[in-house]
């Protein structure tokens, strides 16, 4: 029988050829995927199996300098809701009625806000009480997610607002010192890397990585609560009885330029802040550092001092007074037109004498006493830790609106705008041994290991002599104590100071009917332990500095040292 | 012809199926077993240390807010506003007039204060800051 035999053809190769082809292309994708390109989609891969979440660190709290908490942090939930839940009436209406129990809110407003919201998530309730919170939370109430957040508490109340500030809503520091030291309080935010499943929740038990964030230092003031709340209280009542606008009240250790207090009238209101109102954002703004004004009289001290410095007059130095004086043609006038005769130096601060202070100013020459003035830091910020300091304003020579009477006026407080921070530095300075010392608020930060850093006193100038320094606190020291009565005269310690009392530009005239008066002091004269300003804005009874600030300052003094335990030096002192 | 006494015959138990596998093939089995059911065993292990752990942190973060509120707390208790205020309920007035006795001796131990708190040139407890 004869075999048939398959003819012998080509197509046979076809298909090996198309497999062959496939699979070389298979293996090329492979290598590309799996060698090539591995690390690409194996990142890939990674980013759609974790996610990550940022952690933020717990903000510091801000202490006083005996360590007592005038703001802390403490946690809270946000409360949100998922729309699509509460689209079934009776789970809306369970729900709502139980978050309104919880946080005051009104179910049916709760129940509107979401309905018609077209958002996925509804923000309901902030800051609510953790324990509050927890409660809501654990009784799974339909539709409620809580997130966890912080809030600033105040136990102090408002004690020190304008200077502690405020904090947003994103918890980072807007005013005062919350603004300032923002990025030390903040701390370092950490990051935890989760498994995610199809819908970005975390896998339970899932791998988790995470950096721990690291909570933000506690801030230790240099302002004491005692002498805060003395200072506040003080400056309210005088306030309410010269019928003032404002006022400010700063007390600074003059040795190494600590604000011990710093109070300012009217002063925020941690509670009641309403942003929508203009009145409560200017109280935002802390008017001891940021608002300038003319400092008058007080300013004859600085004059005072460069003249005694630069060796052109002495405290025994005279002149005689007639009650005005010439500047290029211009009469300047005193206080009240009043009219001294011979005085001497002492005598130009005790009575507080215009025509002496521009007797100074020329012997020093306008280049010298700009100088002394640039020395004693006016026209620039003291460097102070806080937000929104002003440089003040020294007008001179090469500005367009200089007048050659401007410096005259300048030795007595006038043509001249400062800070009041500003001028208890100048005056630190003159009363401290010469030294310029920058004012500061913060003395040390402590870490939530307990490590305590302490932030040194910065001196920046000397701006006179140590014996300059010692006799200007003696001429002082003549103006607290004249020899007749003086309202600024402390009842167990000594003390120096002067008043000033400026009446207030507006519209480049002065009006007698409206000013500004103040008393700069320190106590005790032989080794200063406090500088105070106190300064009242617009008092309506139009009472001077010395008689409107004088008696506030001389309280203080004896409040203040016999607090510090200062023995008192002004008086005969029962011994036993 | 005497019988002889031959020993009984020793009882020997069911004989056992042979099956003719190796030890060595069950002794692989079980490792292979043993081997498998580890992960098993090890990631059930980590679950339970897991849960056990996310407890503990709970209840970290419990006590931490715990400490926090009572510091506040305590914070609030002895501002000065709340004292004085407290003092006044009890009829204590402030001093009108202070009067200053000097004497030899020494006087009582400052107020503690925590170490934290004290700058570094203070030892813990030596009283007020300067």
């Known amino acids: 029988m004869a075999h048939q035999q398959a003819r012998r053809t080509g197509r046979v190769w076809l298909p090996a050829i198309a497999f062959t082809v496939f699979a070389g292309v298979v293996l090329a994708r492979l290598v590309q995927v799996q060698v090539l390109e591995h690390d690409r ?67 049916t407003y709760l129940r509107t806000l979401v309905q018609e919201s077209g958002l996925v998530d509804v923000l309901v309730a902030r800051d609510v009480p953790y324990d509050a919170g927890k409660a809501l939370l654990d009784a799974d109430v339909p539709g409620l997610v809580g997130l966890p957040n912080t ?4 136990p102090a109340g408002d004690l020190a607002s304008s200077v502690i500030g405020i904090i947003g809503a994103d918890n980072t520091g807007l005013t005062g010192i919350e603004a300032w030291y923002d990025t030390e309080l903040q701390g370092i935010p950490g990051r935890v890397i989760f498994e995610r499943d199809t819908t970005g929740s975390p896998i339970p038990y899932g791998e988790t990585f995470t950096t721990e964030p690291i909570p933000g230092p506690d801030i230790v003031l240099t302002i004491d609560r005692r002498m805060q709340v003395a200072a506040e209280d003080a400056l309210q009542r005088a306030v309410e009885k010269h019928e003032a606008t404002r006022g400010s009240i700063i007390i600074m250790d003059p040795r190494n330029g600590d604000v011990l207090a710093l109070a300012t009238y009217p002063r925020l209101a941690f509670s009641e802040l309403d942003l929508s109102d203009p009145e409560h954002v200017r109280l935002l703004r802390n008017s001891a550092v940021s608002d300038m004004y003319e400092p008058g009289s007080v300013m004859k001290v600085i004059t005072t001092a460069a003249a005694i410095d630069a060796g052109l007059v002495t405290p025994e130095t005279t002149y005689e007074d007639t009650g005005m004086t010439f500047v290029y043609g211009i009469p300047l006038y005193n206080w009240r037109n009043g009219v001294y005769g011979e005085q001497t130096m002492t005598g130009v601060l005790q009575q507080s004498i215009n025509t002496g202070a521009v007797f100074m100013m020329e012997k020093l020459g306008v280049e010298l006493f700009h100088e002394y003035l640039d020395a004693f830091g006016f026209g620039k910020p003291t460097g102070l830790d806080i937000s929104g300091e002003a440089a003040g304003m020294v007008r001179r020579p090469t500005d367009p609106e200089w007048s050659p009477v401007d410096a005259a006026t300048q030795s007595f407080g006038q043509s001249i705008s400062v800070t009041p921070i500003q001028m208890v530095s100048a005056l630190a300075a003159a009363i401290n041994g010469g030294k310029l010392v ?25 701006p006179i002599s140590a014996e300059t320094s010692a006799t200007i606190r003696q001429m002082l020291a003549d103006v607290v104590n004249p020899g007749w009565y003086s309202p600024a005269k402390p009842f167990h310690y000594t003390a120096g100071g002067k008043s000033g009392t400026a009446s207030i530009p507006i519209e480049g005239a002065y009006t007698e009917e409206s000013q500004i008066v103040s008393f700069a002091g320190f106590a005790p004269v032989s080794e200063p332990r406090v500088l105070i300003l106190v300064k009242i804005d617009e008092n309506a009874d139009l009472v001077t500095g010395t008689d409107a600030g004088g008696p506030v300052f001389a309280a203080l003094v004896d409040e203040v040292l016999g607090y510090l335990g200062v023995p008192p030096d002004a008086e005969q002192v029962a011994t036993r | 012809m005497t019988a002889l006494e031959q020993p009984a015959p020793r009882t020997r138990g069911l004989p056992l199926p042979r099956l003719g596998v190796s030890g060595w093939v069950i002794a692989g089995a079980i490792i292979v077993s043993a081997g498998a059911l580890a992960p098993v065993v090890q990631n059930s292990i980590m679950t339970t240390q897991g849960r056990t752990i996310e407890v503990l942190q709970h209840e970290q973060k419990a006590l931490h807010v715990e400490m926090r509120q009572l510091e506040a707390e305590i914070a609030r208790l002895t501002s000065i506003e709340r004292v004085a205020r407290r003092a006044g309920e009890i009829g204590l007035v402030p001093n009108a007039q202070a009067i200053y006795v000097t004497i030899g001796e020494t006087g009582p131990e400052p107020p503690k204060i925590p170490a934290e708190h004290l700058p570094e040139s203070l030892e813990p407890g030596s009283g007020l800051a300067p």
């Open chain 1, 41 to 107: 989609y194996a990142e890939q891969a990674r980013s759609e199996l974790y996610a990550s979440d940022t952690v933020f660190a717990r903000r510091g709290a801000i202490l006083d300098r005996n360590g007592f908490l005038l703001a802390m942090s403490t946690d809270t939930w946000d409360l949100y809701v998922a729309t699509r839940v509460w689209t079934d009436d009776e789970a809306a209406r369970q729900a709502s009625e139980a978050i309104a129990a919880a946080t005051g809110h009104d179910a």
């Open chain 1, 151 to 154: 809030v600033r508490v105040h």
């Open chain 1, 438 to 462: 920058e004012p500061r608020l913060v003395s040390a930060m402590v870490g939530r290991d307990g490590t305590r850093h302490d932030l040194p006193a910065t001196v920046t100038g000397q």
